[in-house]
């Protein structure tokens, strides 16, 4: 699959699962920062890791 086709297609899922919880928007916002937290904390031992490598 295309990367701009998946892209638009995970956030579409993700607007499609948000309004489906119904939850409040600073609730959704607070669980979205959380994710966002998520994942650059594992781009960062990724990267970690790479350096590790190359070092």
Request: proline share 2%; hydrophobic share 40%.
């Amino acid at each position: 699959m295309e990367t701009g086709k998946a892209v638009t297609r995970l956030e579409q899922q993700l607007v499609d699962a948000v309004n489906q919880s119904h939850l409040h928007p600073v609730v959704v916002r607070l669980v979205l920062l959380n994710i966002l937290h998520a994942v650059e904390d594992k781009q960062r031992e990724l990267e970690q890791e790479g350096d590790k490598a190359d070092g």
